[in-house]
């Protein structure tokens, strides 16, 4: 298919694709980011698409996986920083202060350690994205990504491993 022919073909279907993301948010925003998201995630996979009637399946099924994917991702932020607001903190609050300080800057120094592009993967996979997604961004393969991030944490352990439990 060629560009000129999707894109009147997406915008034909923009009405459809609106009433599936209303099954998955009633929020406005949030169903736009979704159908855009969707036809982004289309666009980029269309050479998997074979010329077919089952093309609103196949955008459906685009939309359910990126709306149950983005819903995993805020779930898992959420129970992070739930985790971390109900910590057990001692009652002096001063050192506390200084010792989250102390343990800030160690594991700064210590994710400076890593490789730039490490660090960025790191990071992503701290965020919650699956190995597969930060595959896709940097356009590597799965393995070596989880390669990678395996080394991470291992040099990251062993640079921190005075903060691990006895």
Do not use: C
Request: proline residues 2%; aromatic residues 12%.
């Amino acid at each position: 298919m060629k560009n000129i022919d999707l894109n009147v073909l997406f915008h034909e279907k923009r009405q459809i694709l609106n009433h599936f993301a209303s099954q998955f948010t009633s929020d406005y925003n949030e169903k736009e980011d979704l159908i855009q998201d969707t036809l982004i995630k289309a666009l980029k996979s269309i050479d998997h698409f074979r010329d077919d009637p089952n093309l609103m399946t196949w955008l459906y099924v685009i939309m359910k996986n990126t709306y149950i994917n983005h819903y995993r991702h805020e779930k898992r932020q959420t129970a992070l920083y739930e985790d971390y607001a109900m910590a057990d903190y001692s009652n002096n609050t001063e050192n506390n202060a200084t010792e989250d300080k102390l343990l800030g800057a160690d594991i700064q120094k210590a994710m400076d350690s890593l490789l730039p592009e490490n660090a960025e993967i790191f990071r992503l996979y701290l965020e919650g994205y699956k190995y597969h997604e930060i595959a896709e961004f940097f356009t590597y393969p799965e393995g070596t990504i989880k390669s990678r991030i395996h080394l991470a944490r291992k040099m990251l352990q062993k640079k921190l491993k005075m903060y691990q439990d006895n």
